[in-house]
């Protein structure tokens, strides 16, 4: 009882000594769109013969010998969806030195829109990004729970432990427990996952990893990663894979080395070299050599179909004046793929360019503009954006934009033009309230009979940013 | 010098030089006076009534403060009710130190050949007792240090006063009526203030006191410039309520100061604490990067100003919207992976996980990365990787998902879909483009699309290029041959 009553009398102290942050982003947002609908004709309303036709205005259809009707598709009734996003933070800290926790959830619905047309995972309501509790003191750091581990082979969630060891300019870290589906944050036998694919993992995946960095001084750092993730039943694997990251800024340059290899096919995912110059020149460059190929997981068939990858070289420039308000950009890279050994003549290189300006005037003031093409396998536009700027105050803002985009050739859509216009404006209503609203306009042409949706819509979005609670370090009245 | 014929009263046999010199001398103190003592006596009315300074003010030469200043009867002579009207008046009373630090006796002693009307007299020097206050230009006239204004920043100000917080007889009132130097009103002033304060010959001390300081620096409890002012209890009075004044330094203005000002600030912290309080950097460095170099900054606790309010950033606000700090340079955002990975760039100092996840967890929230159109422009990108959408999506869930929405998705049937784009041979082409591609295939297809034709279900088309090493993918998975195979065709 005694040690009770000491308890209670203690706690008010105790707990006015912990911090606790709670943080959300309330996002709404709205689009439309016309999607691509299956539609048939009568054969005989369709000129020509053969089985490839195109009915009217150039659509492409298909007229099977053995139907009546040509297949084409069109475009059809306007479609729309309001989904809702809620994201909740809660950071708490201070019991003991170096505990914290942290929490981030999601929650999704749909306010109205079109009943059926349902934004990308908009019937799962509920989600856990990360909930974990952590121990960090100067040499190491512990964490158990829902989390992340990011590093040269992406970013991938998993529930499990992490534990990190940090000697000075050295650190080892190693995690494992049960591994999300990366992008999707998700177990592999989710119903997500399901809903998209008839042959879904059967079972789920326990993630088992490591990572040694080395850190001499703050200029150079380089990191050895290794991941693997184990079919639950030991029977296989879904990947494994290894990446060596490495960056320096030394001498006024800036080096950056990332190598991925996927021991799977035994080949580089990713080898990518970039020398430039480093943050805060006036005249800036870079040169870039990267080969990229896809990496799929084991428990699809498409490593199974050899995919091939492309060498690429980039280049940018970046001029920023001293005493110049206006700033410049050029961009450009060129990459040609390896053999496919198909013995089919498509196109087999790439190459985009582009550049922009930006304009900051007195403060409140900036513009920018910019152009870019991409011509490349599969898909290819020319893009072209200015937009104006103004910050009234810190914490008034306004931007406006127009765009207009030529899809100039592509495998699936086809050819078109979008010319669209936007507005942009963020308002604090309070030091730790922030109203975030977007909305754009955007018509959509299609040309050369091509068949693809409308992506002709309003589009626009509303974002309440919101805390509660303090940082650490902050006492009294926020600012 | 005959005084006499100087001034020209027409008094000179009447009046002796030293006395003349002894009365102008003790004036400025007489006057000063007046504003403890009460309304300030009216000399110039009095004119013809004294005629000469020291028959008021005998004690002002030698320092005897009982004779400094008339009797109050003395008034009464005259200001009796009947031959002139009463009045009130008394001498000033002093409480203590003012901030002039001057002794008639010892200038007496140490000039030569001046009277008081060299500082008392007013304007015009030929009306007698048309006096004041000792104004401040006639004494940097005599003094030698050159400076150029009484409130010039060539003055030294010790020459003649003393700190304010020594000048106790002065009140709030006095105190908060200093006249303000010339180069206080300049527009760098505040930003430039600092070397002139740490300088030997600093003058802060005669207006300020410590809390004068501490009304904008952080610092004030430890900066020694700060701590050798001291304290004063009128000037605290007059700060409450006075908004404190953080004007951007110019080496704070550049784009890419975010970025670089870890080293400007691990060279000189002191700096830095000038102005921010551990909460401004903690404002961005919510991570335990900077955590070592933080604490050599005060936190709000040891602060004694509020210091710098950075805008109140959460890891969802900080990089959101218009209002983007340029930290990272024009295309950062693609090319930030080898320098993250590697620990080279230390990104805990500023950002939590979340703010990774926000991006790379597949499902845009804020629009940080991609523009709102960008739905009506991705297909290039996704084509030839150059914004590698499987780092953020999975591109079975989130890609296809899509496409199934939008009708774009492939339908289960070869035959009963539109082909690509009116390419009537696609499927006798689409090899090199599935291999080239392949990712973006599988945003549309399913695995059993391509096994109606690529598997022993189908049409048993090999679909291995020459380098495919079966071996190697069956010891990873073995399962993954029996999808497409019926039994194992690496088995002897």
Redesign the interface.
């Known amino acids: 009882m005694k040690r009770l009553v000491l308890l209670a009398m203690a706690l008010p102290s105790v707990l006015a000594g912990q911090g606790l942050r709670i943080s959300g982003v309330t996002t709404v947002q709205f689009i439309e769109l016309r999607p691509l609908i299956a539609d048939s004709i009568d054969e005989t309303l369709v000129p020509g013969t053969g089985e490839s036709r195109t009915v009217e205005g150039g659509v492409p259809a298909i007229c099977p010998v053995t139907s009546a009707f040509c297949q084409f598709e069109r475009s059809g009734n306007r479609v729309s969806a309001a989904p809702v996003l809620q994201d909740l933070t809660v950071a708490g800290w201070g019991w003991v030195q170096g505990l914290s926790f942290r929490g981030d959830v999601r929650a999704r619905t749909q306010l109205g829109g079109t009943a059926g047309f349902l934004y990308p995972r908009g019937d799962d309501h509920f989600e856990v990004l990360d909930a974990y509790a952590q121990l960090d003191r100067d040499a190491w750091r512990g964490r158990l729970g829902r989390q992340w581990v990011t590093g040269g082979l992406g970013a991938y969630a998993f529930d499990g432990a992490d534990a990190v060891w940090r000697p000075n300019g050295f650190s080892v870290e190693g995690w494992a427990g049960r591994a999300l589906v990366a992008g999707l944050n998700e177990p592999y036998t989710s119903a997500e996952l399901a809903a998209v694919d008839n042959i879904p993992p059967q079972q789920n995946g326990y993630v088992f990893g490591g990572r040694a960095r080395y850190r001499p001084d703050a200029l150079t750092a380089a990191a050895f990663t290794y991941q693997r993730v184990l079919v639950a039943d030991r029977s296989g694997l879904y990947s494994e894979r290894a990446a060596l990251d490495a960056s320096t800024r030394r001498f006024g340059a800036a080096v950056d080395l990332g190598l991925v290899y996927d021991f799977a096919t035994g080949g580089w995912n990713e080898a990518r070299l970039r020398v430039g110059t480093g943050e805060g020149r006036s005249l800036g460059y870079s040169l870039e050599a990267r080969h990229s190929r896809p990496f799929f997981e084991l428990w699809t068939i498409w490593g199974a179909f050899s995919p091939v990858g492309f060498d690429e070289v980039r280049a940018t420039v970046d001029w920023r004046p001293r005493a110049s308000h206006f700033s410049y950009s050029l961009r450009g890279a060129d990459r040609k793929y390896a053999e496919t050994n198909t013995g089919i003549d498509l196109r087999t290189n790439g190459w985009r360019a582009g550049g922009d300006v930006r304009w900051q005037g007195g403060g409140a003031l900036a513009a920018s503009g910019s152009y870019d093409v991409d011509i490349g396998s599969g898909a290819a536009n020319t893009d072209v954006r200015t937009g104006l700027g103004w910050m009234a105050s810190d914490n008034l803002s306004f931007r406006a934009d127009l765009m207009m985009t030529q899809n100039i050739y592509e495998f699936r859509i086809g050819t078109g033009r979008i010319y669209g216009a936007s507005f942009d404006g963020a308002v604090r209503v309070r030091p730790d309230v922030r109203l975030v609203v977007d909305a754009g306009l955007y018509q959509h042409t299609l040309t050369n009979g091509a068949a693809g949706p409308d992506w002709t819509q309003r589009r626009g979005s509303m974002r309440v940013e919101w805390m509660l609670g303090r940082d650490p370090g902050m006492v009294g009245k926020a600012p | 010098m005959d005084a006499g014929a100087r001034s020209g009263h027409g008094r000179q046999g009447s009046v002796s030089r030293f006395a003349r010199v002894l009365t102008l001398l003790v004036m400025p103190a007489a006057l000063w006076g007046q504003a403890r003592g009460g309304a300030a006596f009216p000399h110039a009315p009095h004119a013809r009534l004294f005629l000469m300074c020291s028959s008021c003010h005998a004690g002002i030469p030698t320092g005897d403060a009982a004779r400094s200043f008339p009797p109050v009867a003395l008034c009464g002579a005259c200001h009796d009710g009947t031959v002139e009207p009463r009045v009130q008046w008394a001498p000033p009373v002093r409480s203590g130190a003012g901030l002039l630090v001057f002794s008639h006796p010892v200038h007496l002693a140490k000039v030569k050949d001046v009277t008081c009307e060299s500082c008392h007299s007013l304007a015009d020097p030929n009306q007698w007792m048309n006096v004041s206050h000792a104004v401040p230009e006639r004494c940097i006239s005599c003094h030698a240090h050159g400076a150029s204004a009484h409130l010039a920043d060539d003055n030294v100000c010790a020459t003649c006063h003393r700190p304010l917080t020594s000048a106790v007889a002065l009140t709030d009132a006095r105190v908060a009526a200093f006249p303000k130097p010339p180069s206080h009103a300049r527009a760098d002033f505040v930003n430039a203030h600092g070397a002139a304060a740490r300088a030997p010959a600093a003058n802060c001390a005669t207006c300020h006191a410590r809390e004068s300081c501490q009304r904008c620096h952080v610092d004030g409890a430890r900066a020694p410039t700060i701590r050798a002012l001291g304290n004063d209890a009128r000037v605290a009075r007059l700060e409450v309520g006075r908004a404190p004044v953080y004007p951007t330094p110019a080496d704070h203005r550049?784009?890419?100061f975010a970025?670089?000002h870890a080293k400007s600030a691990r060279a000189d912290p002191a700096r830095c604490s000038v102005c921010h309080?551990?909460?401004s950097c903690?404002?961005c460095h919510?991570g335990?990067g900077a955590r070592d170099f933080?604490r050599s900054i005060p936190?709000?606790?040891q602060a004694t100003a509020?210091g710098v309010?950075?805008?109140?950033a959460?890891?969802?606000?900080l990089s959101?919207?218009?209002?983007n700090v340029s930290v990272?340079?024009?295309?950062f955002a693609r090319?930030h992976?080898?320098?993250?990975?590697?620990?080279?760039?230390q990104c805990a100092s500023c950002h939590?996980?979340?703010f990774?996840?926000d991006c790379?967890?597949?499902?845009r929230?804020?629009?940080r990365y991609h523009p709102?159109?960008f739905?009506?422009?991705h297909?290039?990108?996704?084509?030839?990787?150059?914004t590698?959408c499987?780092?953020?999506?999975?591109?079975?869930?989130?890609c296809?998902?899509?496409h199934?929405?939008?009708?774009?998705a492939a339908?289960a049937n070869i035959?009963?879909t539109?082909?690509?784009?009116?390419q009537?041979l696609w499927l006798?082409?689409h090899?090199?483009?599935?291999?080239?591609?392949?990712?973006?295939c599988?945003t549309?297809h399913?695995?059993?699309y391509?096994?109606q034709c690529?598997s022993d279900l189908g049409s048993r088309i090999n679909?291995?290029?020459?380098?495919?090493?079966?071996a190697?993918?069956s010891s990873?998975?073995?399962?993954?041959c029996l999808?497409?195979h019926f039994k194992n065709p690496l088995a002897r």
């Open positions: 550049g784009s890419e970025l670089l309080t551990r909460a903690e404002t919510t335990d933080l936190d709000a606790r509020p309010q950075l805008r109140w959460t890891p969802a606000t959101t919207g218009p209002h990272h340079p024009p295309g090319a992976g080898a320098m993250a990975a590697s620990g080279e760039l939590a996980q979340r990774c996840s790379h967890g597949g499902e929230v804020t629009r709102n159109d739905v009506s422009t297909a290039p990108q996704a084509y030839s990787r150059e590698d499987s780092s953020c999506h999975s591109t079975e869930a989130f296809r998902a899509c199934r929405q939008v009708g774009l339908k035959r009963s539109v082909f690509h784009n009116a009537p006798l082409q090899g090199r483009a599935a291999r080239q591609d392949l990712t973006s599988t549309c399913q695995q059993t391509c096994m690529h679909p291995h290029g020459p380098g495919f090493d079966a190697r993918m990873k998975n073995p399962q993954l999808v497409c």
